[in-house]
């Protein structure tokens, strides 16, 4: 039993002279560890109440469109803008007062709204939407030059057909035919199947005095 005890001390003595050495260092790699996992739970909770503020929030952005007060729809927006501009819905409501404050012939706040979704919006897909409806008010304005350089920016793949589209259209407008029916082109070849939009296109280079046809047979070689 003497033994033992002797044995159990020695044992006692390395995990000491063990923990002299390395116990400070377990005890922040713990803390560090602990805490970020606190962090983590901490982030999903600011998440989850951040999804849940802005969904509030956009519903205010929502009823007040949907009612045609737009002021109220204004406060509101400026509102999720200011305390979840991150979030998606932000950006959606956004979209939606631009195209209110448009209805309400009110484009200079209209551009404001697309404006700010284009430059701050986190999601690509709604920024890039943001971006050709402000070409668009850009193009209506004969703002030309600024609306090529909107359609000029980065876009995801699936929206190139759409940007060429509307760059055949400012294109057109600036007299620039040659210009214009090459971006028509592109614009066919990027739409494939999706007869509504090609169809369109096809009226653009009818009136410009080219075969739309061919250049449907073309675009699909």
């Keep these: 039993m003497a033994h033992l005890d002797l044995e159990e001390q020695e044992q006692l003595d390395q995990l000491r002279a063990f923990w002299r050495q390395w116990g400070n260092l377990i005890t922040w790699l713990l803390i560090a560890v602990l805490g970020a996992y606190a962090a983590w739970n901490g982030f999903q909770w600011w998440q989850r109440s951040q999804a849940a503020q802005a969904a509030g929030l956009y519903e205010q952005v929502d009823e007040a469109a949907r009612g045609g007060d737009v002021e109220r ?4 927006f400026d509102t999720i803008r200011d ?23 009110q484009t200079d706040a ?29 193009t209506a304005a004969k703002s030309f030059d600024a609306a090529l350089a909107q359609l000029g920016s980065d876009f995801p793949a699936p929206f190139a057909p759409l ?17 214009a029916v090459a971006e028509y082109r592109k614009a066919l070849a990027g739409f494939g199947d999706r007869a509504e939009y ?3 296109v096809e009226i ?4 410009l005095g080219v075969n739309a046809s061919a250049s449907t047979a073309e675009a699909k070689s």
Excluded: C, P
């Excluded at 701050?120 to 890039?128: F, P, Y």
């Excluded at 294109?171 to 620039?176: D, K």
């Excluded at 653009?204 to 009136?207: C, E, R």
């Design 198 to 200: 090609r169809r369109l």
């Design 204 to 207: 653009k280079l009818t009136a």
């Design 73 to 76: 729809m204004n406060r509101a």
């Design 163 to 179: 940007v060429a589209d509307q760059r055949g259209d400012v294109l057109s407008m600036q007299g620039n035919r040659d210009a």
């Design 83 to 105: 305390k979840a501009g991150s979030s998606v819905l932000a950006q959606q409501a956004g979209l939606l007062t631009a195209r209110t404050l448009f209805e309400k012939e």
């Design 110 to 138: 209209a551009r404001a709204a697309l404006t700010w979704v284009a430059d701050k919006g986190s999601d690509t897909g709604l920024r890039a939407i943001a971006k050709l409806r402000l070409a668009a008010l850009l």
